[in-house]
């Protein structure tokens, strides 16, 4: 599982509240990534990071932030969750060759 | 940037035969393209990968063929069995300016195997 948790896997909130997700890894890997996976869409990637404080949009950031202060943790951060905003969502980590991507045990996240 | 088609969308074979998963992708640029199988709750996981210069990779029962000109590439799951029913997904990947690999998924292929 290349040494990738996630918290918390489930979450249940409110719409307007804020809303942090940690990817944590053990492996000392570079490049961390957020992605969330809806019915019909596959996998999407939100944002993601090439080291610490050093990170990019994806194909679906709005709404999202992101923070990495310190090799091991990418947090996800949604400032006011919206119902559009249920989903699970899955950290991914890169290795070797920056291309080959192991994901992390997801997040269900649904927003009443 | 890069877009994924994945087809079909379902797929229902009988055990014991084969099952045909085709993708195409539009930027030529993209060299790297990994499948992920994907069980109920579970997380997508790795299970071949194929660079843009080959054009065949085979394990055990599974091969990945990659037609770079047409710029398709299919997956193939020979004496299908009950566990290899999952969703399937084709990807491919879009190198960035900071090198960290933009991964742009398929939408998935949910493969049902009849006993």
């Known amino acids: 599982d290349a040494g990738i948790t996630q918290s918390p896997r489930h979450k249940v909130t409110e719409t307007g509240t804020p809303v942090t997700l940690r990817c944590h890894q053990t492996e000392n890997h570079r490049y961390m990534y957020w992605y969330r996976q809806d019915p019909g869409h596959g996998l999407r990637l939100i944002h993601y990071s090439y080291g610490v404080k050093d990170t990019d949009k994806g194909e679906v950031s709005d709404g999202y932030s992101v923070s990495r202060s310190k090799t091991e943790d990418f947090l996800l951060t949604l400032e006011s969750a919206t119902s559009s905003q249920t989903s699970v969502y899955f950290c991914?980590?890169?290795?070797?060759?920056?291309?080959?991507?192991?994901f992390g045990p997801g997040t269900r996240l649904t927003v009443l | 940037g890069e877009n994924v088609e994945q087809h079909p969308s379902t797929l229902s074979v009988q055990e014991g035969d084969s099952a045909v998963i085709k993708c195409t992708y539009s930027?030529?640029?993209?060299?790297?393209f990994p499948w992920y199988k994907q069980e109920l709750g579970k997380r997508p996981q790795l299970i071949i990968d194929i660079r843009s210069n080959v054009g065949e990779k085979k394990d055990q029962r599974i091969a990945v063929t990659l037609n770079k000109t047409a710029k398709h590439f299919s997956l193939h799951i020979t004496e299908t069995q009950p566990e290899d029913s999952a969703v399937y997904f084709c990807a491919a990947t879009e190198r960035g300016y900071s090198s960290a690999s933009k991964i742009i998924f398929g939408s998935g292929t949910r493969l049902s195997i009849r006993p």
């Open positions: 930027d030529s640029a993209s060299n790297y």
């Open positions: 991914a980590i890169s290795v070797g060759d920056r291309d080959t991507q192991y």
